[in-house]
C-alpha cells in the first residue's frame, strides 16, 4: 500500500499496489504492521457497508466522540464518491480544515480517517457502496455529527444533494466547543 499524507494531519490517502499478471491482479487492502508502521491506529474492531440506490445521497458529517472517538478507513466498493473529512481537533493547526477525495470501485483508493475528525461523502453514482473499518463500536450515545454545509467549514461539494438525511440537514451551526 501507497500512504499518502494530505494537507491534514493524520489523514491518508491509500493506494493499492497491485501486483498484476494474466490473471488480473492481486492487492492488499490492510496489514496491520504497515498501518503501525506509519504511526496508524491499527486496531479495528467494527466493519460495516453502506448502500446508497442514488447518485446525489450525501451521508454526513459524522463522528463519535469520547471516550468512543473513532479512526475509519473508507473504501467505495462499488460506484463513486465524494469523500471528505473535516478535522475537529481544538489543537490542530488544521482546525476545521478539510480535505476530500475520490473514492471508487475503479481507482480502489482508500482514506484513512483519525479520531477528531468528522467524515462523510456524496455518491456521484448510483449504487455506491462504502466499506468501513473502524477502531471503535457504534456507539450512539456518542454519535455527533456537523452539518454538511455549514460556512464554518465551507465545503465546495462537486454536485447537488439530492438525497439527505433530515438528521445529517439539522445539525446546528458549529461551535468549536461542541
Not at 468512543?68 to 460506484?79: L, N
Amino acid at each position: 500500500m501507497n500512504f499518502q499524507k494530505t494537507k491534514l494531519a493524520g489523514v491518508f490517502k491509500i493506494q493499492l499496489e497491485r501486483r498484476s499478471d494474466e490473471r488480473g491482479f492481486f492487492a492488499r487492502t490492510w496489514c496491520k504492521d504497515e498501518f503501525a508502521s506509519h504511526g496508524l491506529n491499527a486496531s479495528l474492531v467494527q466493519s460495516s457497508i453502506s448502500f446508497n440506490a442514488k447518485k446525489g445521497t450525501l451521508r454526513g458529517m459524522h463522528y463519535q466522540a469520547a471516550p468512543f472517538a473513532e479512526t475509519k478507513v473508507i473504501r467505495c466498493t462499488q460506484g463513486a464518491l465524494y469523500d471528505v473529512v473535516i478535522d475537529l481537533r481544538p489543537d490542530s493547526l488544521t482546525f476545521k480544515q478539510w480535505i476530500a477525495a475520490e473514492l471508487s470501485a475503479e481507482n480502489r483508493d482508500m482514506l484513512y480517517v483519525p479520531e477528531g475528525c468528522a467524515h462523510g461523502f456524496l455518491t456521484l453514482a448510483d449504487k455506491t457502496e462504502i466499506l468501513y473499518q473502524m477502531s471503535q463500536v457504534y456507539t450512539a450515545e456518542s454519535a455527533r455529527g456537523v452539518r454538511w454545509n455549514d460556512p464554518a467549514f465551507a465545503i465546495d461539494w462537486p454536485a447537488k444533494v439530492q438525497v439527505i438525511a433530515d438528521r445529517d440537514r439539522a445539525y446546528p451551526d458549529f461551535r468549536a466547543n461542541q
